[in-house]
């Protein structure tokens, strides 16, 4: 399945990131395709495109915080998760696909 995720907590440093790349981890040994979008002390990086959007089949939110431009995900299938989900368990999330 193709799936785009976006990870972001308060200070959108260290966690924000280690959940990106073991949600990236996951879903490849999972046969999945993943894009991932970090939003954090950085702003929003790897910024998801509409195609990318409108592509997948699913968007993982692994967020603690409100993020930016969440409209763009109002027509998509979605699991939200804290952050922490995506570092301690991220099977668990894929398992709910």
């Known amino acids: 399945m193709k799936i ?3 990870t972001a907590c308060p200070t959108g440093i260290a966690h ?6 073991q949600l990236e981890k996951t879903a490849k040994k999972l046969g999945h395709v ?3 979008e970090t939003q954090g002390a950085m702003g929003i990086e ?3 495109t509409e195609a990318d959007i ?6 993982i939110l692994a967020v603690d915080i409100a ?10 299938r979605k699991i939200k ?3 922490q989900a ?4 991220p099977e668990a999330i894929f398992a709910q696909i």
Not at 54 to 59: D, I, K, P
Not at 86 to 89: E, G, P, S, V, Y
Request: no cysteine.
């Open 4 to 6: 785009v995720a976006v």
């Open 16 to 21: 924000t990131y280690m959940a990106a790349e």
């Open 34 to 36: 993943i894009k991932v």
């Open 46 to 48: 790897n910024k998801l």
């Open 54 to 59: 409108t592509g997948a089949g699913l968007v």
């Open 67 to 76: 993020i930016e431009e969440a409209e763009r995900f109002e027509r998509i």
């Open 81 to 83: 998760v804290p952050v």
């Open 86 to 89: 995506a570092l301690k368990n």
